[in-house]
């Protein structure tokens, strides 16, 4: 532990948000900026009859009015991911165009954009432009899509589905172990639609440069290369060398900013159509019509156990609804970063899962927080404490007894899954004692009763939880159908005077890089803090970068870093070889100087930078500066883990659930800054609660979503939750230079199942084993009915 | 979100809000603290051609105190209903409800009047206003009235106001014993059911909201209640009534709840 | 039509649209972008300033309204370069990540200390009803607040 890392070092970035001087897309404004607003679908599917945009056209300030028939309407959005159906047919990849020309597939679609001077004109003139539709039956559910004469969404296919794919043992296999299982657990349900609501709604700003024929992109993005590259190469065929994409200050992202989105492409060829920038700034609405939606898998389960509680099979079948087009990395989240985390904590000898994807009339879904892991683990962490109930054990008790053993990845080798991955390093036995314990297990179950038998409903749930993040190893991703690599690039530019600069490809939209990584770049340096700066967010300043999603930041983006300091120490040992007159092996680098060993000539990391930048005396040979950019491909995944466990009172009247405490023991690896992990993790246990007690996107019958506004989608408020209680096991990574494995997600992934667990155990005794999330009250009081 | 164009007068009086809403009539919306109306005009679901601003008008934010009555001005906020001392001691029950109203902002720029007329069924005060028997005193092109609760709400988002009226003060009889209790949707914080249960001499008076599209007075518990002086009588808290459902609570449920709020109520 | 009201104590007189909102006004017309839009409708708090004292959501306030008026926002909370000792707390607790809901969440803690300079979680919470986070889980938003109580009461 140097001198910050390890610290709870307060955040660099806070003084301007906190004074207001934050600068998100929407603050920004160009001279002679004009204003977009979309024509948007009423209509989950129709045809479009006809557009018509002359009375828009006439509106006071309206600039231009573009269509489908214009020359945007050549172009579409890419997918990233490729998942191929099981028996080798290509994955069904519909154009997922910028504005709809003749069909529409999701309620909210765009039809047309306007463009004015302000954004009140521009407003007014949407309501000018006349769309005739046929409104046509529509298909939101991802089963009822893959019924015998359901709606289709793209007519160029006889069915909807987008692809199919499964994962891990063969079924027959699992299916005879299942047999002969001692008891099955089964359990059939639905993992719920959630809007990710990041708090800054979706904004860009395309400005087209006509003297240099260059744009710049101003955007609200987790990856801002990524999103030049799939708008260059793929969206719209423009040079990338011509494109400058900024995302500076992003409130909140939770994977909804991930994605190329069709109104950045938009936006990008109108500005050059009409010369000028155009801005664009969703609002709540639209937010939720048209952000990628996560989650929305409909689950068929089946766990077989022997007569001790061991786990002999998992069997899950799974229909994950894609939206009407693919997103970014939709293919990926219900397959390779959902199926893959089957195996859990736990030694499962076989295992596995099958996946339809279909097309519904709705938007898109994409990775939300945790991105198919929380998926996968709510359905291992519901239904082994299902069997526990059934079977009448304890759901710690048959937890420990199906743990994979605690091994370090250096000493005992990582723990091969049945489902593709090793695990990295584990202890996951440790976690939930250190759980039970902050709980107070024992005397909790006591409490229980009593309470029981005023008539108080009080139940206790626990989720020993793991998955994978830090994504992830290039080949590996490659081989899974990534059109991308997912490595990382650090360049470190040690200034003459011996400041720092740091460029890094990940980006920081809440998560405290220009803190974190000033951290351990000080530290590794031997300098102030104060003389390390991290620059994100434009790809003019940052040579290139894959983004943050994935909690990669840290052990990608962060390893990436250190690669380029290990270049910056071995090339100052150089120079300070040659001025301390002494070889460089006889060298130590200490505090920031390079000290010969056994004496007291030294030389610090501020006169060796100046020498790089001024080398009169200089070694012969070596270039001058001292400048390194380092792209990292990690060789694994990094597998965080934890035990969360809830504590609820469930109101015997009303079926109200009350949320009385919140206990999270992660392991995410090596912790630089302990303030802003436990941060990720309480913002990511209240999100996981959300999606227990909450958060759902409906969609009723004629397609029309009833859950468009915060008067209909429930969201966690600050009377919701309880204080979150958070401890640590520390367990490191042992393939990459910091040993961290990621918080980003962690507490999402584990919290959901922790919540649903308990509610049902409050109701146990009740004779309920199970409750359809969200857990609103109607739903807890009528599983109580039954 | 922008709404469409209007155009905005500040009236300096009741009288000349009157004529307002008379000359412009249908076209032309009253607005108070606009919490509910300006919501709704971002989202073109309304679009009035002309705002008339009340909030300026003297003489309708107070709250005063006679021998029986507490007389409420329109434009008083949630708020000043939360914070008065007079509503505190004379009807806690008003003060109990107000509570519940949206969050600290909303309270601070919300008005009684605007809630009122705004008629959501959902809205918290109805409940209380009908178990209080209070009075609405309007102001329109005939002159003033005095509208009995019973008679106010007519319908969803619906009142028994005419086209040139507006609503200037709430006077509501002196409650000893009330109880509000309220069963929160989950998103808009807005009432599953609101119950409201005045106790007077003889018996009770039960107010209830979100119910129906229309908030009512549950006079089948009122009558068991007086026959039987217990809690069994919220059975009757939906008799007679059609009750809404939404995704947070189809009908069952609804019933359900608002039988459990009546007894919660009555119990208090 | 012509508005005057004062802004963080300097007063301005613009001509605006009626339909203007006081969010609006503030982030268009004075360029005070530390109030945020995030829903626009009332529901998230983003847009939170104080209104003559009382903390309100400017996104449902037009402009026209508050003619007159005296309107603080979160750009005028620092003074002399000084953070509020709300701003200061929510630093020393990490009770922010992204920002966004930040300058809501800090100008309806300073209506919650007005009222109340000793409140409890559970006061603390019923306080920020009306304001959205969605990176933090309120739990150090709630712990900044606490935070403030304790250096405004010193």
């Known amino acids: 532990m140097g001198n910050f890392i390890g610290k709870s070092v307060k955040r660099r970035e806070d003084a301007r948000f906190l004074k207001g001087a934050g600068k998100y897309t929407d603050d920004i404004k160009l001279p002679k900026m004009a204003h977009a607003a979309f024509v948007r679908s009423p209509y989950a599917h129709a045809k479009i009859l006809s557009v018509k945009t002359e009375e828009a056209e006439k509106a006071d300030g309206v600039v231009a009015v573009f269509t489908a028939k214009d020359g945007c309407g050549e172009f579409g959005v ?114 719920q639609r959630l809007a990710p609501n990041a708090m800054e709604p979706r904004s860009y700003i395309a400005d087209y440069d006509v003297n240099g024929d260059k744009w710049t992109l101003y955007t609200s993005t987790q990856n801002p290369h990524l999103i030049r590259l799939l708008l260059c190469a793929f969206a719209l065929g423009i040079p990338e060398h011509k494109v400058r994409v900024v995302s500076r200050d992003v409130g909140g992202g939770f994977g909804s900013k991930i994605y190329h989105y069709t109104e950045e492409a938009l936006l990008t060829w109108a500005s050059k159509e009409i010369g000028r920038p155009i801005k664009w700034t969703s609002d709540r609405s639209e937010a939720f019509l048209t952000d990628a939606h996560g989650r929305d898998h409909v689950v068929k389960s089946k766990m077989g156990f022997d007569k001790d509680g061991k786990i002999v099979a998992h069997l899950t079948d799974e229909y994950c609804g894609m939206g009407a087009y693919l997103s970014t990395f939709a293919p990926a989240v219900p397959t390779y970063l959902h199926g893959t985390l089957f195996q859990g904590v736990y030694t499962t000898p076989l295992i596995h899962l099958n996946v339809t994807a279909p097309f519904t009339h709705t938007v898109p879904v994409d990775a939300y927080r945790g991105a198919g892991r929380p998926e996968a683990t709510y359905l291992l962490e519901r239904i082994i404490s299902k069997g526990a109930q059934e079977m009448g054990m304890d759901p710690a008790e048959i937890r420990f007894k199906n743990f994979i053993p605690p091994f370090d990845g250096v000493e005992e080798e990582g723990y091969q899954t049945q489902v593709a991955l090793q695990y990295d390093s584990g202890n996951y036995e440790k976690a939930l004692k250190r759980g039970l314990e902050m709980l107070g297990y024992e005397d909790f179950r006591k409490e229980q009763e009593k309470a029981r038998k005023k008539g108080k409903l009080l139940g206790v749930g626990i989720s020993t939880y793991i998955e994978g993040c830090g994504i992830a190893p290039s080949a590996v991703v490659g081989a899974l159908g990534a059109r991308a690599g997912l490595y990382e690039v650090g360049q470190v530019r040690v200034q003459p005077t011996g400041k720092v600069s740091v460029f890094t490809g990940a980006h920081s939209h809440g998560q405290g890089h220009e803190t974190v990584f000033a951290q351990f770049v000080a530290d590794k340096l031997g300098i102030p803090m104060d003389d390390v700066e991290i620059e994100h967010g434009d790809t003019e300043q940052v040579a290139f970068g894959m983004g943050t999603y994935g909690s990669r930041s840290l052990a990608v983006g962060g390893s990436a870093i250190i690669k380029s300091i290990d270049k910056i120490l071995e090339k100052g040992a150089k120079i300070a070889a040659h001025k301390l007159e002494a070889a460089e092996e006889d060298l130590e680098y200490l505090d920031g100087k390079w000290t010969v060993k056994g004496t007291d000539k030294s030389i610090s990391f501020g006169d060796v930078s100046l020498t790089a930048y001024v080398p009169h005396d200089y070694p012969e040979g070596l270039e001058p500066g001292l400048d390194f950019s380092s792209f990292y491909d990690p060789s694994n995944f990094t597998y965080p883990f934890g035990t969360h466990i809830a504590v609820v009172e469930v109101d015997a009247d009303t079926g109200a659930v009350e949320l009385q405490r919140f206990i999270a023991v992660d392991d995410v690896g090596n912790v630089m800054n302990p303030m802003i992990v436990d941060g990720q993790i309480q913002g990511g246990v209240a999100q996981g609660v959300g999606q227990a007690l909450l958060e759902e996107v409906v969609y009723d019958e004629g397609g029309q979503m009833i859950t468009g506004s915060y008067m209909d989608y429930a969201m966690p408020r600050a009377d919701d939750l309880p204080m979150i209680e958070t401890d640590r096991t520390t367990t490191p990574c042992p393939h990459n230079p910091l040993g961290v494995k990621g918080a980003g997600e962690a507490g999402a992934i584990g919290s959901t199942p922790a919540v649903v667990n308990a509610v049902v155990d409050a109701l146990a005794h009740l004779g309920v084993t199970d409750i359809q999330m969200p857990l609103k009250p109607q739903t807890v009081w009528r599983a109580m009915q039954n | ?178 109880n509000y209790q309220k069963f929160y949707q989950s998103a808009s914080r807005f009432a599953v059911v609101g119950v409201a249960v005045v106790h007077d001499g003889s018996g009770v008076k039960v107010g209830v909201t979100g119910v129906a599209d229309t908030p009512y007075r549950a006079t089948a518990v009122e009558k068991a209640y007086k026959n039987n002086n217990d809690s069994d009588a919220a059975e009757h808290a939906v008799d007679g009534v059609e009750v809404m459902e939404d995704h947070f609570a189809d009908a069952e449920y609804r019933t359900h709840l608002a039988k459990v709020m009546v007894k919660r109520a009555l119990e208090a | 039509m012509e508005i005057t009201l004062t802004v963080n104590g300097t007063e301005f007189t613009r001509d605006i649209e009626p339909r203007l909102s006081l969010t609006q006004f503030l982030r268009e017309h004075l360029d005070l972008t530390g109030t945020h839009i995030g829903c626009d409708t009332s529901g998230c708090g983003a847009c939170t300033v104080t209104l003559n004292g009382d903390a309100v959501k400017s996104c449902t306030i037009l402009a026209v309204q508050a003619n007159g008026s005296e309107v603080t926002t979160i750009e005028g909370m620092a003074k002399n370069g000084e953070m509020h000792p709300i701003q200061a707390a929510f630093k020393e607790e990490h009770g922010l990540q992204c920002g966004f809901c930040t300058p809501g969440m800090v100008m309806v803690a300073a209506d919650i200390l007005k009222h109340n300079s000793k409140p409890s979680e559970e006061d603390i919470r019923h306080g920020l009803k009306g304001n959205f986070c969605r990176c933090t889980g309120y739990h150090n938003i709630i712990k900044s607040i606490q935070h403030a109580a304790e250096t405004i009461n010193k």
Request: proline share 4%; aromatic share 6%.
């Open chain 1, 78 to 191: 890419p997918c990233g991911w490729q998942v191929d159906f099981k028996n080798g047919e290509t994955m069904r990849e519909p154009k997922h165009p910028l504005l709809a020309k003749d069909k529409i597939k999701h309620l909210g679609e765009a039809v047309a954009i306007v463009i004015a001077e302000t954004l009140e004109q521009a407003r007014d003139a949407v309501e000018l432009v006349e769309v005739d539709y046929e409104e046509l039956p529509s298909v939101t559910d991802p089963k009822k899509a893959m019924e015998e004469g359901a709606p289709l969404v793209h007519d160029e296919w006889e069915n909807n589905a987008a692809f199919d794919w499964c994962i891990g043992n063969d079924r027959a296999e699992v299916e005879a172990a299942l047999e002969k299982a001692h008891h099955v657990t089964e359990m059939e349900y639905r993992n």
């Open chain 2, 1 to 178: 979100m922008i709404p469409a164009k209007f155009d905005y007068i500040k009236a300096s009086s009741v009288n000349e809000a009157v004529n307002l809403l008379d000359e412009h009539g249908f076209d032309a919306k009253i607005l108070s603290g606009g919490h509910s109306l300006i919501p709704a005009m971002k989202l073109r679901l309304n679009r009035p051609e002309i705002l008339i601003d009340i909030s300026g008008i003297s003489g309708l934010n107070t709250i005063e105190e006679t021998g029986s009555e507490v007389i409420i001005g329109a434009n008083c906020t949630h708020t000043q209903i939360v914070n008065s001392e007079v509503i505190y001691k004379n009807v806690n029950i008003l003060k109990q409800a107000a509570e519940t109203v949206g969050d600290v902002q909303v309270r601070n720029r919300g008005t009684i009047g605007g809630s009122l007329a705004h008629a959501d069924p959902s809205a918290d005060y109805p409940a209380v206003v009908l178990a209080c028997e209070a009075k609405i005193e309007v102001e329109g092109k005939k002159g003033k009235r005095t509208i009995d609760a019973k008679d106010f709400f007519v319908g969803i988002f619906t009142t028994a106001l005419e086209d040139d009226e507006l609503i200037t003060a709430v006077r509501f009889p002196k409650v000893a014993h009330g």
